[in-house]
C-alpha cells in the first residue's frame, strides 16, 4: 500500500510540474506576443518614407553611370586571364636557414638546397628549379587572337592558358618578351575574336577619367574606375637602369593579378598596360601604374612582326636637371637630361659626349628629363644615325651619334640558330672582367664566362642555369672567354646536347644543356 501511494504521489507530483511547464511556456508565449507586436508597429512607423530622388535632378550622374556600363560592356569581352606554369629559379639560403642578402639581383635566383648549401661530399650543390603556377591578365589587341600583357607574367613559363570572359579555355604560346618594357604578346588561335584598339596616350591629362580590367587576387573580370593621377612618373623601385619611366599613374584599383590587363579610356580603347603598384601593404593604396600607349604599342608591334626587339643604346647613365641644379649647368630652365656617366668606348663616348653635358634634343624633339631620352633613345633600332643636340658650359652643340644594340656587349653566346633563327641555347654572356669578378665575389681560380641573361623557355632555362653562374667548360673543356664558349657550343652538332662545367652558388656542378633541335626549347 506505501508503495502504491508513494507511486501515485510522483504522478502526481509529475503532472503538477507538467502543467506548470506548460503554464510558463503559454505564458512566455503570449508575453512574446505582446511584446513583438509594437516592436513591430514601432519599426513600421519608423520606416523611412523619403521618396527617390527624381531622374531629373540625377541626370548627370544617371548618363555618367550608363556611359561606365557601356564602356565595361564593350571592354570585357576583350579581356582574358592568363594562367601559367612557370620554372622558376630558386633563392639563395645562407647556412643558418635564412635568405642570403640579395645587394644585387644576380643572387636573388638562388637558395638553400639541403646540407645548408653543401652536398654530402663537401661540395656545393646546384638549387633546381621549381614549378610554380601564376596568373595575370591580358588584352587581345588583334581579331585573329594576339594577346598583349607583361613580361614578368609569362617569364619562365612552360605552359600557357587564357580564359575569356565567356569562361572557354584555351591553349596560347608565346610570340616574344621584352623585359626592358615588361611587355609580351601571346597568341591563341581564332578568328572574329573580340578586340580594343590603341588610343592616344600622348592625349592624356591628369584628372580624366580611365577604368582598369582584370583579373585582381583570383576575382576574374573585374573593373575598377578611378581617373589619371599624373603622367610621366618613373619606378624607383626598378632594378634596371635602363627602364625608362613614364608610367600612367591612377587611382583606380590595380591589385596583384591585374598585370597585363588594359587602362582604357572614356572611348573605350587601351590608353595603357597595367603594370606595377605602390604600397605599403602589398595591396592598392591608390597608386597603380600602367604602361603608356605610345611606348607599348610599338613594341607589341615589333614583337607581333619579329618575334624579338632590340634597344637602341647611347651608353650614358644619365639624371633630371631640377630647379636645385639647373644653374650648376648653366640651364635656364628645369628641362633636359644630364650626362653623369659615359660608357668607355659606347656610342656616346665615341660622339664626344662628355659628363656634364645637357642633353636637350634628339632628332629635334625635346628631351624634357632623363625619362624621355631613355624612352627616345630604346625605341630606335641599333645602327640608327640620331642628332644630340646638347648644353655645354651655355653652349649649344649638336652631336651626331651612332647608335648601337643595348645588348651587344652581352653577347649571344649561341654560336648558331635554330631553323626558326631563334637563339639555340638562349644563353647571354658577359666576359669575367676585374669588376664583374669583384661584384659576384669570386675565387681567384674561377674562369670562364659570366651567364647574364637566360631566355625564358630555352635550353638554359631548363636545365637550371641562373643568371651570375660562370661556364667554366664546354665539354670537358676549358672556355677563359665569351668567344671560347660560343665557339664551342657552336661545335657541338645539330641535336646533340652540351655538357657544361658551371661555378655557382660557391662551388662547381655539372649541368646538362639538352639542344633545342632534341625537344627542348629555342
Do not use: C
Not at 49 to 70: G, H, K, P, Y
Not at 328 to 344: D, K, L, N, R, Y
Request: glycine share 12%.
Amino acid at each position: 500500500m506505501k508503495q502504491r501511494i508513494q507511486t501515485q504521489f510522483n504522478q502526481l507530483r509529475k503532472g503538477h510540474l507538467l502543467a506548470a511547464v506548460l503554464a510558463l511556456a503559454l505564458a512566455a508565449g503570449l508575453g512574446t506576443y505582446e511584446f513583438a507586436q509594437p516592436a513591430a508597429a514601432h519599426a513600421a512607423a519608423n520606416a523611412g518614407t523619403a521618396a527617390a530622388i527624381a531622374d531629373s535632378s540625377v541626370s548627370a550622374l544617371l548618363a555618367l553611370d550608363r556611359a561606365m556600363e557601356t564602356l565595361a560592356a564593350r571592354v570585357t569581352p576583350a579581356v582574358v586571364n592568363v594562367a601559367v606554369t612557370a620554372r622558376v629559379k630558386p633563392q639563395a639560403m645562407t647556412g643558418e636557414n635564412t635568405p642570403a642578402p640579395d645587394d644585387d639581383d644576380l643572387q636573388q635566383f638562388f637558395r638553400h638546397f639541403g646540407f645548408g648549401g653543401q652536398s654530402p661530399f663537401g661540395g656545393r650543390m646546384m638549387p633546381q628549379p621549381s614549378i610554380e603556377h601564376v596568373g595575370g591578365s591580358g588584352i587581345i589587341v588583334s581579331p585573329d587572337g594576339y594577346i598583349v600583357t607583361n613580361n614578368h607574367v609569362i617569364h619562365g613559363a612552360t605552359d600557357i592558358q587564357v580564359t575569356m570572359s565567356d569562361r572557354r579555355v584555351l591553349p596560347a604560346k608565346l610570340i616574344g618578351a621584352d623585359p626592358l618594357t615588361d611587355l609580351a604578346v601571346v597568341k591563341i588561335s581564332g578568328s572574329n575574336l573580340p578586340n580594343i584598339g590603341w588610343g592616344d596616350s600622348t592625349a592624356l591629362h591628369p584628372g580624366q577619367s580611365v577604368l582598369a580590367f582584370g583579373n585582381p587576387l583570383g576575382m576574374r573580370f573585374t573593373v575598377t574606375r578611378g581617373i589619371v593621377s599624373a603622367l610621366n612618373r618613373s619606378n624607383q623601385f626598378s632594378d634596371d637602369p635602363h627602364k625608362h619611366g613614364q608610367f600612367i599613374q591612377t587611382d583606380a584599383a590595380i591589385n596583384p593579378g591585374n598585370s597585363g590587363g588594359p587602362l582604357v579610356d572614356a572611348h573605350g580603347q587601351v590608353i595603357g598596360i597595367n603594370t606595377f603598384l605602390i604600397s605599403e601593404s602589398g595591396g592598392f593604396s591608390g597608386m597603380g601604374f600602367a604602361i603608356p600607349a605610345q611606348i607599348a604599342r610599338p613594341i607589341v608591334d615589333t614583337l607581333i612582326r619579329d618575334g624579338k626587339i632590340e634597344h637602341g643604346y647611347m651608353g650614358v647613365s644619365i639624371t633630371d636637371v631640377t630647379p636645385q641644379n639647373a644653374r650648376f649647368f648653366h640651364m635656364q630652365t628645369a628641362s633636359g637630361a644630364v650626362i653623369s656617366e659615359v660608357q668607355p668606348d659606347s656610342p656616346g663616348a665615341r660622339a664626344g659626349l662628355k659628363v656634364g653635358d645637357v642633353i636637350t634634343a634628339v632628332d629635334g624633339q625635346k628631351v624634357s628629363d632623363a625619362g624621355s631620352l631613355q624612352a627616345q633613345v630604346t625605341e630606335k633600332k641599333p645602327g640608327t644615325p640620331v642628332k644630340v643636340e646638347i648644353e655645354r658650359d651655355g653652349k649649344a652643340i649638336t652631336l651626331p651619334v651612332t647608335l648601337e644594340a643595348m645588348n651587344k656587349r652581352v653577347a649571344e653566346s649561341a654560336g648558331s640558330s635554330d631553323e626558326h633563327g631563334k637563339a639555340r641555347w638562349g644563353l647571354g654572356l658577359e666576359n669575367l672582367t676585374p669588376d664583374v669578378r669583384q661584384e659576384l665575389q669570386l675565387p681567384s681560380n674561377v674562369q670562364g664566362a659570366v651567364i647574364a641573361r637566360v631566355e625564358p623557355g630555352s635550353a638554359a632555362d631548363n636545365a637550371g642555369l641562373t643568371r651570375g653562374a660562370v661556364i667554366e667548360q664546354v665539354n670537358r673543356k676549358d672556355v677563359k672567354s665569351v668567344s671560347d664558349v660560343q665557339q664551342a657550343l657552336a661545335n657541338i652538332g645539330k641535336g646533340e646536347d652540351a655538357l657544361l662545367l658551371v661555378w655557382a652558388n660557391g662551388g662547381s656542378t655539372f649541368v646538362v644543356m639538352h639542344s633545342s633541335a632534341t625537344g627542348g626549347n629555342s
